[in-house]
């Protein structure tokens, strides 16, 4: 067992969200807990007791109470969480209507906006106003095509408020991929911007959303948000309304908060699409809401004193993550741009200068900030800066190093993984645990994980599928226009019955952390082993002179072999020294079986839009097999690069 990282104070440990409701249950209920592994135990083997005291710490508002808590728990899929209750979303996350900052939001181009409590609770009633009067109704479906602003934000609000489920899409997103999304769905209402800022430049978007709205016939509405200052005729979009004009002029009716059925949809969100059409994953609001609340309250110990960042697109589930920070009276950060543009220390200065309190970005950022050389440490006054979080792919070993040694050494640096599937978190981090290099630091609250080998049985130490054995309450509804839910079965629950399979390989350690070795799909099986491409990444990102990899298994001569494709530095030539560097650094970081039989030199990594890359896209484009959707690639030109490749010939 490595030593930790990172220890957590006394005095942490006795002001957390995670003491503080440990303490609850001990007194209500005659309990002790030892330690977390025993408060862990007890949320799985008590759903109901465990569930109903995350309400009740929560303060969850209702308009009425629940029946039961749990219905059908032998049944997954098949449980019904908190029967009879009926609640909003919005009016939960709305709750504060003081003049305390609600949302801060800049843009890379500079601009800053601020809104209250108050001025957020007064632009959600307006808009909300204007979808009744358009019509909406509990169940209507409104999309937006929206970067990460705050009228993104007042749009999904003035939704839930209504009853109508939001559906969002980064407007980076290729007219494809839109229709791939908002097609299958038959939106009423698109909301959409004129146009947003990227690496320097202003993309205008009108011409796509003129496009969409010609082919989306379930549309009666258009209402574009200026964002970019584009100074167009929008004349051409069929049933087009400025924001402006869409809303009421003058006295807003009072805010209503439609009440509804705990498992009332929310959300549809959508998988990445990179091996077929999207699935589109329908989630419910007090599913969702209830389960937010405990990431955010005990894992991550928000509070109202927080300002809370997370760098991401409206089209990542991390961004409906991240506006749950409202109902934890927090103050949200909000950022859309390029995170290094004007300069690599861009979100380092937005944290220096907002003082944010929690910090969320992905770990392909926090090895760029490595790779650039930065120090915030010696360059920036992160005092405030209490939690690091980070998800979308596994966390090196040696990015754990570098944010101890170079970004601020008092600090707790959550890994944290789940997915859209579950819109939350299966393992993730706890403010009152220590912080070991590589390893994500618990598995969640009222979350049954294991990782089951191939015999199907638990085991601990060794790699695994993870599965989820037990109910939760943020699975989804289901996936929209699903008969019979077969599609929906298929994802989750056909490699164990009655058990949820995610789709990741990784480990539970002895004392109870957890190591994410790479999704299972991409897992490589040269000779029969099966090897996490994270165990490889790892390895790789430890080589200044290699910026960024990507690792499949190339079927060969009956087998599988591990091919290896780098970006170098720029100046840097792959040539036989550096490969052979590549490869003795493997071997001896993870073990010989983990060498690549190829290494073959690329000028970019293709991605999806929320930054992840896509091995099994790749895979395919090595085989010549067909690659689907490409539209959800954020560079979609980068797997040309791996067509037919000289270096993956059979002689």
């Known amino acids: 067992m490595s030593d930790p990282l990172w220890r957590p104070s006394s005095a942490r440990i006795n002001s957390s969200g995670m003491q503080r409701f440990a303490r609850q249950v001990e007194n209500q209920l005659g309990l002790r807990f030892r330690d977390y592994g025993e408060l862990h135990r007890w949320s799985i083997d008590n759903p109901e007791i465990f569930w109903e005291q995350v309400w009740r710490f929560g303060g969850i508002i209702s308009s009425e109470p629940w029946e039961r808590v749990l219905t059908d728990g032998d049944r997954f899929p098949g449980a019904k969480w908190f029967s009879g209750a009926r609640l909003n979303y919005a009016e939960n996350l709305l709750r504060r209507r003081d003049d305390g900052t609600a949302v801060i939001a800049r843009l890379e181009n500079g601009e800053r906006r601020s809104l209250s409590h108050a001025q957020l609770y007064e632009q959600v009633g307006r808009l909300a106003a204007a979808l009744r009067a358009s019509g909406i109704a509990p169940g209507d479906r409104v999309a937006a095509l929206m970067p990460n602003v705050p009228e993104t934000l007042i749009g999904m609000l003035a939704c839930a408020s209504v009853g109508a489920v939001w559906s969002s899409c980064s407007p980076d997103f290729g007219f494809a991929g839109v229709m791939d999304r908002f097609g299958q769905i038959s939106p009423k209402v698109l909301i959409a911007c004129d146009g947003y800022f990227y690496n320097g430049k202003r993309i205008d978007c009108l011409p796509r959303v003129a496009e969409i709205a010609g082919n989306i016939d379930s549309l009666e509405q258009i209402v574009v948000v200026p964002v970019a200052g584009i100074d167009a005729d929008v004349s051409r979009i069929r049933n087009v309304v400025s924001l402006d004009d869409y809303l009421p002029a003058e006295d807003t009716p009072e805010l209503e908060f439609e009440q509804l059925p705990f498992d009332h949809p929310l959300y549809i969100v959508y998988s990445s699409g990179t091996t077929g059409v999207p ?3 329908v ?17 991550v110990g928000l509070g109202p004193e927080d300002v809370f960042f997370y760098f991401t697109t409206c089209g990542w589930m991390m961004w409906n993550w991240l506006v749950s920070g409202l109902a934890s009276g927090a103050t949200l950060a909000l950022y859309d741009g390029s995170p290094f543009r004007p300069a690599p220390s861009a979100l380092l200065d937005m944290a220096q200068e907002e003082g944010i309190t929690v910090f969320g970005t992905s770990a392909k950022y926090i090895a760029a900030l490595e790779k650039e050389h930065l120090r915030p440490r010696e360059t920036h006054d992160l005092s405030a800066l209490r939690t690091v979080l980070s998800t979308g792919s596994p966390l090196s070993h040696e990015s754990f190093r570098y944010v101890y040694r170079d970004v601020k050494q008092d600090v707790c640096l959550s890994s944290i993984s789940g997915g859209t599937d579950i819109v939350s978190c299966f393992v993730l981090g706890n403010e009152c645990l220590p912080v070991r290099e590589g390893e994500i630091q618990c598995l969640g609250l009222g979350m049954a994980v294991e990782f089951r080998n191939e015999k199907g049985e638990s085991v601990i130490g060794e790699k695994g599928e993870m599965v989820c054995a037990r109910p ?12 019979g839910d077969r599609k929906y079965l298929a994802a989750y629950f056909d490699a164990f019955p009655n058990v949820w399979t995610h789709g990741d390989y990784g480990e539970l350690t002895e004392h109870g952390g957890v190591i994410i070795h790479g999704r299972s799909d991409a897992v490589l099986n040269p000779g029969g082993v099966r090897i996490g491409t994270a165990e490889i990444y790892r390895q790789v990102e430890k080589l200044d002179e290699i910026v960024d990899s990507i690792c499949i298994g190339q079927e060969w001569e009956g087998d599988v072999r ?45 991605r999806t839009l929320s930054g992840k890359i896509v091995e099994l896209a790749v895979r395919n484009m090595v085989h010549g097999r067909p690659v689907r959707n490409t539209d959800a690639l954020a560079n979609p030109e980068a797997l040309e690069l791996f067509r037919d490749l000289p270096e993956l010939r059979r002689e």
């Open 279 to 281: 699935k589109c994953i």
């Open 472 to 483: 939760f309450p943020s699975a989804p509804i289901g996936f929209w226009n699903d008969p």
């Open 562 to 606: 591990v091919v290896l494709f780098v970006v170098p530095r720029k100046g840097v030539t792959l040539d036989d020294e550096l490969r052979q560097r590549i490869r003795q650094t493997i071997r001896s970081g993870a073990t010989p079986r983990h060498v690549p039989a190829v290494i073959v030199p690329v000028a970019d990594i293709p």
């Open 283 to 299: 989630h419910g609001a007090g599913g969702t809401l209830i389960q937010h609340l405990k990431e955010h309250r005990l894992h």
